[in-house]
């Protein structure tokens, strides 16, 4: 090697030690140029730096690509192999309104709640209450924020408090909502306006302490919390509560985003239709909610033993989306997703399939929602032959969950559960101050021992040929279907709220 190369060499080398990782330019980002002068030029200090500097960019070039593109095309391909060669699911990141929803173990006292992907229905996160509560109904503005109403055993009244979902579905910790404690009223289902001011409620009334026997404890109510800020550290609270007749049970209920109308279904029973109303949330208080609401939709229009079970409305008010089947004598063993203008009272089929119970959660923007229904069944297993199968069934529809309110008998219960607190007894203690310790936000939550089916982390076992329920997803206004592997929703164990 002569003593050209050598120079040559150590110019290279030289040249490159002095570039600095901060000071390549990112993409975007304009360069300057420097117009040497002719002088300059002609004495060929240019030619002399240029060999060294042209080296340095393609080192840096290199270093880039290096720590850039190959570490990421080596992660996705890893990300990739792992999960196609032991099933694992990738950690989901994406906007929480539309990738993930909660889910709340049926029949009681939730002593949890999972953040489930809303693609797959696998657990990503669990929260859990404060040490000696549990979680009542749920309702989100927007699917990043939710609220929830904790409750205590042996007391009547609902606490408020509110948690928001990452981008990763990890929930936040739980923080006081405002307003922060229903005192009177054991609420079952929530509903919230976009700017968290208006809180819609059904629920039950509660005892009130002193107060003389047969006062109305248990009786049904419509209710709305408004909330306005009256300074950088105060706020006021106005009530209105709608007495609901008895034995009449509410299923749905849903708000607008501005918390001016405030939508909701009820129950076909022995004593009173299937409809939807609409209720103005400044009406007057003290009046029968049906009586003071606008009904949109009867679901006799479609039959007379036809019920609606479930209703969900857009949130600027104009559609109300809704489910009917038949009951009866009249059971096919078929649900109907319908769509009524709540202007023009004008309703269209959206689909129609095989099945029944169906229940429905909408994305908060309303385009798009997930079906759970309870499926008829396609195999028969083997008879026994000293048990044949009988060749002619009840024509009565099969009850799809318990239903939530035992004050009347449904023709067809609603499939949604609700949590039921022991009997009230005295006058209910405020709720406690969060703490980091009393309210963990990210770690897995304790899950009851008592019922396995309930852990979220154990791995259903079911096949989804054999699994009772059908989950679907449906694309609105126009209602593309797709049937979605029903066993890590596991609907029969849990239920939704999006």
Request: contains cysteine; aromatic residues 6%; charged residues 15%.
């Amino acid at each position: 090697m002569n003593d050209i190369e050598n120079r040559l060499r150590d110019a290279y080398r030289g040249a490159t030690d002095t570039v600095r990782p901060d000071a390549i330019p990112g993409l975007g980002e304009r360069s300057t140029l420097v117009v040497p002068s002719a002088h300059w030029w002609a004495r060929g200090t240019l030619h002399r730096l240029m060999v060294p500097l042209t080296a340095a960019a393609a080192v840096a070039l290199i270093g880039v690509l290096t720590a850039v593109v190959v570490p990421r095309a080596l992660r996705d391909a890893r990300d990739e192999a792992r999960n196609h060669g032991s099933g694992a699911v990738a950690r989901l990141t994406g906007d929480p309104a539309t990738h993930f929803l909660i889910a709340l173990p049926v029949g009681g006292a939730a002593s949890y709640l999972s953040i489930r992907s809303a693609i797959t229905g696998a657990v990503v996160a669990t929260l859990a209450p404060p040490p000696g509560w549990f979680f009542g109904p749920v309702a989100t503005r927007d699917g990043r924020t939710y609220v929830v109403g904790l409750k205590r055993a042996g007391h009547c009244g609902t606490w408020l408090r509110h948690f928001a979902i990452s981008r990763t579905g990890q929930p936040s910790w739980l923080a006081r909502f405002v307003p922060g404690y229903a005192r009177l009223e054991d609420i079952e289902k929530l509903a919230i306006s976009r700017d968290d001011r208006t809180v819609a409620l059904a629920g039950t009334r509660c005892p009130i302490p002193g107060g003389k026997a047969g006062a109305g404890p248990g009786k049904a109510d419509l209710g709305v919390m408004v909330t306005t800020q009256t300074s950088k550290t105060s706020f006021t609270t106005r009530g209105s509560v709608w007495p609901v007749s008895s034995g009449i049970l509410v299923n749905s209920l849903s708000l607008t985003a501005d918390g001016r109308q405030l939508e909701f279904s009820t129950d076909l029973t022995s004593r009173f239709p299937s409809d939807i109303f609409m209720l103005p949330t400044d009406a007057p208080g003290g009046i029968a909610g049906e009586q003071r609401s606008r009904v949109i939709v009867k679901a006799a229009s479609f039959g007379a033993q036809t019920a609606i079970s479930s209703s969900v409305m857009s949130p600027d008010g104009r559609t109300i989306y809704f489910t009917t089947e038949q009951t009866g004598r009249t059971f096919n063993g078929r649900w109907a997703l319908r769509a009524v203008d709540v202007v023009s009272g004008r309703s269209r089929l959206i689909t129609e399939k095989a099945g029944s119970g169906v229940h429905i959660v909408a994305s908060p923007s309303t385009r798009e929602l997930i079906a759970f229904v309870r499926a008829l069944p396609t195999q028969v297993a083997t008879p026994s032959p000293t048990s044949p199968p009988s060749p002619s069934s009840s024509p009565s529809a099969p009850t799809p969950v318990p239903s939530a309110s035992p004050t009347a008998t449904p023709v067809m219960a609603s499939p949604v559960p609700s949590v039921s607190p022991s009997a009230p007894s005295g006058s209910p203690s405020p709720v406690p101050s969060r703490s980091p310790s009393a309210v963990p936000s990210v770690s897995p939550s304790p899950i009851p021992s008592a019922s396995p089916a309930l852990t979220p982390q154990a791995a259903p076992t079911l096949d989804a040929a054999f699994e009772p329920f059908d989950v679907i997803r449906i694309q609105l206004p126009g209602g593309r279907v797709r049937y979605l592997n029903p066993v890590p929703w596991d609907a029969a164990s849990f239920f939704y709220v999006w």
